[in-house]
Nanobody, 115 residues
Framework: QVQLVESGGGLVQPGGSLRLSCVAS????????MGWYRQAPGKQRELVAG???????NYADSVKGRFTISRDNAKKTVYLQMNSLKPADTAVYYC?????????WGQGTQVTVSS
């Protein structure tokens, strides 16, 4: 049984930072591409950042230079370091694991950026 469990969300002021974590179980983590997505109220879910099994990364233009995705295969964990947060970053953030057409999602963690 595959499980992805996100944590680290919360309320932060504009300009602040948060670090999200996603711990995986039930998969050979190192073989999977991992991604962070977000969905704001009334909007479609969008890719924020992705990291391949080889460590290659990609980012949405809106977060380049502010967010960093990383992975620790020994801990089966993917991270999203978010700096210089803006109110527009407010959303539920989801972790996704992908390999060979198989996709698994976490339950999401709420990030709210507000003064």
């Amino acid at each position: 049984q595959v499980q992805l469990v996100e944590s680290g969300g919360g309320l932060v002021q504009p300009g602040g930072s948060l670090r999200l974590s996603c711990v995986a179980s039930g998969i050979i983590f190192s073989n999977y591409a991992m991604g962070w997505y977000r969905q704001a109220p009334g909007k479609q879910r969008e890719l924020v950042a992705g990291i391949g099994s080889a460590g290659n990364t990609n980012y949405a233009d809106s977060v380049k230079g502010r967010f960093t995705i990383s992975r620790d295969n020994a801990k089966k964990t993917v991270y999203l370091q978010m700096n210089s947060l803006k109110p527009a970053d407010t959303a539920v953030y989801y972790c996704k694991a992908s390999r060979g057409g198989y996709n698994y999602w976490g339950q999401g963690t709420q990030v709210t950026v507000s003064s």
